[in-house]
């Protein structure tokens, strides 16, 4: 069978030392274990010699380049073909269109033997099939033959005999002991059969699906609760996140209703964080102001409270910082300030001497009477050294919108007061000029608040107000905690870090 490659174009790599021959095969010799070739090429160049003589144990990579048919010479190619087409494939060189050489195949029969290499052989052979070849079932049988009895040659080289060599070889020089370590290491690697190799592919999903995934951690789960170490967390659990303001330490459970008034209340709030706060009566709320009065919490510290925490909600409605700083003066807020002659009006005008104070300009309402009470007396003493401004007449009253009205007009006990003429035209204005309202301690009762407000402050305590009161906040007046047990409430304060906060209809 060794005569069948025979004339065929080889491509033989002898490694960095010996470099790259090509030629036509001239003799192949199985007992000694040579391949000759005729008019050779080393690397690109055509040697001197005629013949070269190549053992099996110096080629490290053999390739063929063109085998020939049944029909041709064995010395197709003459001197004048080997010096064109060696460094190419094919046996005819023709012009092409451009005017450049290019090489021809030659057609070869479906009856030529043929290599198809294994994957042992695939270092070692390059073979160049033509689509005749391709498309012939009885070259390939035959071909496949060949490469089975021919695979003894590739795969015993490193073990033939350096000594039996052809009386006409060439011997060259050996690579060395490195690149024969290399290549037994390829032959280790690489050399086993091709048959042997299963040809189904593997089955992931049914491998996958012999793996119990929750089988597996629950058993890692149990070992960790028995041997007391932290449980890892099975897939189908989420780990506990916290807001900025949650305390991620373990804690009491909260107890959301921490006030209890003695009588069922009218009506219940909570705050944002959800403690509940009850509604009183007005007489437990004034029973309330007057024993905190009798401990020393006397009307002069409750007036100061109640406008310092008046004003710092009426600032906050008014823009705050955003409004409120050295870069805005051109937008100072107007607030127009409606006080009675009660306790009331003395609130609301510690209020205003607090905005005032703060850059705000401040129109205050309060009418004229023979005898004022004596905290709005103080209070209008104090008020006079600010920049407000102090008036008594309803037409002394900005025509134009204002950003804000703080309405103290309305009191608890002095009814009455509604039907005077001041009141009434005060009332109209403050429905016309469509400003937002700010109600401080405003009557329980809707008939008595001649003006609806968008917001309300309640003090200590809310009263069961109504809906024309808008929305509730709660201020801290500064009752101690044993003044509201003395009356009989069971207080704990809802502010926290706050002396304001909003409440919400329950």
Known sequence: MATDWLGSIVSINCGESLGVYQGRVSAVDQISQTISLTRPFHNGVKCLVP??????????????????????????????????????VGCQVGPSQNGTGKVLKKPMSSSAPQNIPRRTDMKSQDIVISPQQQCSKSYMDRHMETLSQSKGFRRRHNSWSSSSRHPNQVTPKKSGLKNGQMK???????????????????????????????????????YERRSGTRSRGTPNEKPARYRHDENILESEPIVYRRIVVPQNPHKEFCTDSGLVVP??????????????????????????????????????LLGGPNRLNPKNVHQRPTVALLCGPHVKGAQGISCGRHLSNHDVHVILFLPNFVKMLESITNELNLFSKTQGQQVSSVKDLPDTPVDLVINCLDCHENAFLRDQPWYKAVVDWANQNRAPVLSIDPPISEMELGIDAKWSLALGLPLPLGERAGRVYLCDIGIPQKVFQEVGINYHSPFGCKFVIPLHST
């Open 184 to 222: 037994s290491k390829d032959d280790e690697c690489f050399g086993d059969d091709i048959d042997e190799i299963p040809d189904t592919d593997f089955d992931f999903e049914g491998n996958l699906a012999l793996f119990d995934k929750a089988a597996v951690f629950e058993e890692i789960e149990t």
């Open 279 to 316: 509604s009183v009566s007005y007489e437990l709320h004034k029973k309330l102001l007057a024993v905190a009065e009798k401990h020393g919490l006397t009307l002069e510290r409750r007036l100061e409270m109640t406008g310092v925490c008046a004003s710092q909600m009426a600032l906050s």
């Open 51 to 88: 013949e070269v003589t190549f053992r099996a144990g110096d080629i490290t990579e053999l390739k063929i380049l063109e085998i020939p048919g049944p029909g041709d010479s064995r010395q197709c190619g003459d001197s004048q073909h080997m010096d064109v087409a060696m460094p190419g």
